[in-house]
């Protein structure tokens, strides 16, 4: 069984930075996509940056240049390092694990003050 846990959220001003970080269970990890979706207040849940197990890494255009996906497969962790920080970046940060089937974390809030 797949569990995925994600901290670092928190609340930080405009500008600012935070390190996401999602730890998975289960052997699957260094095969798998890893994804960090968001969703925030009154809104559909969306993606914002996937690396694959070869560590090919997409983002939305939203966050090119701000935001950087890692993953440590020794450390079954996947990283979200979130740079120069927007009020519009509030919102529930989503872990995804992909192998076949998904696999969701709980989420981690962020905060973005202005």
């Known amino acids: 069984q797949v569990r995925l846990v994600e901290s670092g959220g928190g609340l930080v001003q405009a500008g600012g930075s935070l390190r996401l970080s999602c730890a998975a269970s289960g052997s699957i990890f260094s095969l798998s996509t890893m994804g960090w979706h968001r969703q925030a207040p009154g809104k559909q849940r969306e993606l914002v940056a996937r690396i694959t197990s070869g560590g090919s890494t997409n983002y939305a255009d939203f966050v090119k240049g701000r935001f950087t996906i890692s993953r440590d497969n020794a450390k079954n962790t996947v990283y979200l390092q979130m740079n120069s920080l927007k009020p519009e970046d509030t919102g529930v940060y989503y872990c995804?694990?992909?192998?076949?089937?998904?696999?969701w974390g709980q989420g981690t809030q962020v905060t973005v003050s202005s």
């Open positions: 995804r694990q992909q192998l076949g089937r998904d696999y």
